[in-house]
């Protein structure tokens, strides 16, 4: 079974439609994190969460929030969507690293979620 | 976050070895080196990471310079299950937000 799971893996919705993408991982990390990633481009971060009461906005975090519900749990939620959020989303984690800060640490991915806004 | 140079894309032949290139000469002191790649239709995948020695796993090997202004990653045996874009990150000790930077990364393609 994979370690970081999304769902749903495709989506087709229309604009103004509140979205919800969800992200749960087995691997027992604190650290979940958001990206979206654009055709031809790398990913960019939405919001990260270092624990259960701890989340933080990333560099586009503008018309999305998020819940972690555990620490297991992320979801991320698109209160109305629009064709310019259609995108491909990865949920990540990440453990602290003992040593070297956050240097060393290493995130890993889930499949990822298409979604396209109409 | 210090910005790395990649080629845009780079072949190679199934079972040759691939020496993938990265610039960062703009790299501080603790700067860590990571590799992450892409395969199509998937998530980001972690592949290797250093500091200044050497460092090998089962996946790859990574080659560093000795002024930390360049690294290689080394894919012994091309695989056709490494096409893949591939990604190398700077991440430091007060790395922004704990995120990775992804630049376009390197295209690879194997040749059958």
């Known amino acids: 079974d994979a370690d970081v799971t999304q769902t749903p893996r495709n989506r087709i919705t229309k604009t103004g439609k509140r979205i919800m993408l969800e992200c749960s991982q087995t691997?027992?990390?604190?650290?979940m994190y958001w990206y979206r990633q654009d055709p031809g481009l790398g990913l960019r971060l939405i919001y990260y969460s270092f624990d259960v009461k701890d989340i933080n906005k990333g560099e586009i975090s503008d018309g999305y929030s998020v819940s972690r519900q555990a620490q297991a749990k992320f979801s991320l939620s698109l209160e109305s969507a629009i064709p310019n959020q259609t995108a491909l989303y990865f949920c990540?984690?990440?453990?602290?690293?003992?040593?070297?800060?956050?240097?060393?640490?290493?995130?890993?991915f889930g499949p990822g979620t298409r979604l396209t806004v109409l | 976050d210090a910005k790395t140079t990649q080629p845009n894309s780079m072949e190679s032949n199934e079972e040759e070895p691939v020496h993938l290139p990265c610039n960062h000469s703009?790299?501080?002191?603790?700067?860590?080196i990571h590799w992450y790649r892409q395969l199509p239709s998937q998530g980001p995948e972690y592949v290797i990471h250093?500091?200044?020695s050497n460092v090998n796993n089962r996946m790859a090997s990574l080659a560093i310079a000795e002024d930390r202004k360049s690294s290689t990653l080394i894919l012994h045996r091309a695989t056709l299950r490494d096409a893949a874009v591939y990604y190398c990150i700077l991440k430091g000790r007060g790395s922004t937000l704990g995120r990775l930077y992804f630049g376009r990364g390197t295209q690879l393609t194997v040749w059958p």
């Open positions: 691997k027992g990390h604190d650290r």
């Open positions: 990540a984690t990440s453990v602290r690293a003992p040593t070297g800060g956050r240097g060393t640490d290493t995130q890993y």
């Open positions: 703009t790299i501080s002191g603790t700067d860590y």
């Open positions: 250093g500091l200044t």
